[in-house]
């Protein structure tokens, strides 16, 4: 079983319209979670961070957590043109401090005009 | 949030050299990160670097194969050694930074060998 697992899509959705990217994690102990955005030819940029059970919001992003399922989900709201790319969750076991961060696969999101 | 720099940004390379990768970056950090991104795949961690340490590495990855430098804490080098068709890939150096110690990544280095 793979350690962070993501569906490699493409995602595709119309403009607009809300995408849901999801993750899932095997390591229980995970305590910080991350989603990055990487454009074709770019290095990953971070979009969101979280850390407890629940919801955060930041913009059109909205990150969700469920520790008790493993599992991590990103939402973007109005999806638009320019969100087309890969996003890749990524966890992390420890929070603070050295700890690695262990990537998934990453989900390419194709958002259609 | 730390700017970060590397060189050189893409290189093709013959089988069986090496190839030394800069990374620099903009503000002092404890640890500094080598990644590597395969074609079409997701991001492997190679090794964790430390300042006046030894390296860390990740399994699958030696010493021999990949050295790193760090001789200080903006500054930290990777080297690609007699490399294979295989070793084509994207490397990437990463830091965290700031007081949420956020990881951010370099733009990249970029090679083929032939």
């Known amino acids: 079983q793979k350690e962070v697992e993501q569906n490699s899509g493409p995602l595709s959705v119309p403009e607009g319209a809300i995408a849901s990217l999801n993750c899932t994690y095997s390591d229980r102990v995970s305590q910080s979670f991350f989603w990055y955005r990487q454009y074709s030819g770019k290095s990953p940029e971070l979009i969101m961070s979280i850390y407890s059970n629940g919801d955060k919001e930041d913009g059109r992003f909205t990150a969700q957590l469920n520790k008790a399922s493993q599992y991590v989900s990103l939402l973007i709201r109005d999806s638009q043109p320019s969100d087309s790319a890969t996003y890749l969750c990524a966890v992390s076991p420890f929070s603070g401090g050295y700890n690695k961060l262990i990537f998934g696969a990453g989900t390419r999101l194709a958002v259609h005009p | 949030s730390a700017v970060i720099s590397q060189k050189p940004s893409r290189d093709i390379c013959q089988r069986g050299t090496s190839l030394t990768i800069q990374c620099q970056v903009d503000s002092q950090v404890t640890m500094m990160f080598w990644y590597r991104q395969q074609p079409g795949q997701s991001l492997t961690l190679i090794a964790t670097?430390?300042?006046?340490?030894?390296?860390?590495?990740e399994s699958g990855f030696v010493i021999d194969k990949f050295p790193i430098s760090r001789p200080n804490l903006t500054f930290s080098t990777l080297t690609v050694s007699n490399m294979s068709p295989e070793d084509s890939s994207i490397y990437l150096c990463?830091?965290?930074?700031?007081?949420?110690?956020?990881?951010?990544f370099g733009p990249g280095t970029r090679l083929l060998v032939l």
């Open positions: 990463s830091v965290r930074a700031g007081s949420q110690e956020t990881q951010y």
């Open positions: 670097a430390n300042q006046g340490s030894e390296a860390t590495y």
